[in-house]
């Protein structure tokens, strides 16, 4: 017959496993996910290990082997409780940008662990290792900017490493974008399309293992860097995948664009459509708070190339201009251009940049 002692071990041991999953998924999706599956394991959890903390009074306190300090098990576990029983996103110790909060948790978890499987005779040491904190956050915030393969690439210096290389840099723009939400049929409509062309162009920067800084609202920015590409990727094929890139987006937006226009009221002089603009240099990447920041003055000039261009068009600047050549076979025309402070200069319009049918269908084979 099972005693009171083992039963209440076994329950505490299952709904620490169960809590331990469930916590996982949570802070992963950022508080998105499984949340009232995570609070219910938290209210049965600290119920659990209350009945293990009366049984047993040598454990109110648990010791922290990795942090060389005691943290408050009554206190914790109060925290805990009035999370599942609210709104707020963390519990109050735990604060997601911040280390001291996840360290607690994960201490918790692991010695919990240790101290409810010692009972039944399995006996290991701590799980916890701070690195584990910093490579889930790590991943989290990257999985937005990279595909799945390049972000399994992601390694211990990668980030530092990006800005030492020459980056491609691509911004691209909804040409007229202010009209075509005010007259589009409806509200949900433009929503509806809008939110599908982003996701085209999410899908083909990721295909191609390029790095999707962020949306501006009707527009993006991304990264073509070696660094995040497979070993033994040359130059050349960096410029290639920049270049197929460019002109698969220009090619499904005239599409998309053509598509969408029969639901729009008033087309206003010179239409609506995507344009693209690119420049090369070095970039400053930074993920060290937690957060993806860039900077550099080819992110200026893409943006200064973009604003240049009409509709279909993809507009580099000189030196990306030989680049290019040098790589592809492609030629540009030149347009005189200014910049919103008045500053003159040459910018070059790629010649036939939209892929015709048979090259789509080609690659997509």
């Known amino acids: 017959m099972i005693s009171e002692h083992t039963e209440r071990y076994g329950a505490a041991l299952i709904h620490l496993l169960e809590f331990e999953a469930n916590w996982a998924r949570y802070e992963l999706s950022d508080g998105g996910l499984v949340r009232d599956f995570t609070q219910r394991n938290a209210k049965l959890l600290c119920q659990s290990m209350r009945e ?25 576990l109060v925290q805990l409780e009035d999370w599942a029983d609210g709104d707020q996103r963390w519990p109050e110790f735990y604060d997601a940008r911040v280390g001291e ?29 701070p690195n584990q904190i910093h490579y889930r956050r790590r991943r989290l915030l990257w999985s937005r900017h990279l595909g799945r393969e390049a972000l399994d690439r992601l390694g211990e210096g990668t980030v530092s490493r990006m800005s030492r290389q020459e980056s491609i840099v691509v911004a691209g723009d909804i040409r007229k974008s202010q009209e075509l939400m005010l007259y589009t049929a409806n509200p949900k409509a433009f929503r509806e399309r809008l939110s599908s062309f982003f996701h ?14 962020r949306f501006t609202g009707d527009g993006f920015i991304g990264y073509f860097n070696l660094e995040v590409f497979p070993d033994g990727t040359t130059r050349e094929e960096l410029f290639r995948r920049a270049m197929t890139f460019s002109r698969r987006v220009l090619t499904h937006a005239k599409r998309h664009f053509d598509d969408w226009l029969p639901d729009v009221r008033k087309v206003p002089v010179g239409g609506f459509g995507f344009t693209i603009g690119a420049d090369c240099g070095r970039v400053s990447f930074d993920d060290s708070q937690n957060d993806f920041l860039c900077i550099g003055e080819p992110i200026v000039w893409a943006t200064r190339m973009c604003d240049a261009g009409a509709p279909g068009e993809l507009v580099v600047n000189n030196r990306l201009r030989y680049l ?6 492609t030629q540009f025309s030149t347009r005189d251009c200014r910049t919103k402070n008045g500053e003159s200069f040459i910018g070059y319009l790629l010649e036939n940049p939209i892929l015709s049918e048979a090259a789509v269908a080609s690659e997509e084979d």
């Open 324 to 329: 290019f050549k040098e790589f592809t076979e």
């Open 200 to 213: 085209m162009i999410r899908q083909e920067i990721f295909r191609l293992d390029g790095v999707l800084d």
């Open 52 to 76: 293990i903390a009366l049984l047993d009074p040598k454990y109110p306190l648990l010791l922290s082997r990795n942090a060389g300090r005691l943290f408050d098990l009554e206190e914790l």
């Open 101 to 129: 909060g996840a360290y607690t948790m994960y201490e918790f978890l692991a010695e919990a662990s240790v101290l409810l499987k010692n009972e039944f005779g399995v006996v290991h040491a701590s799980r916890f290792d």
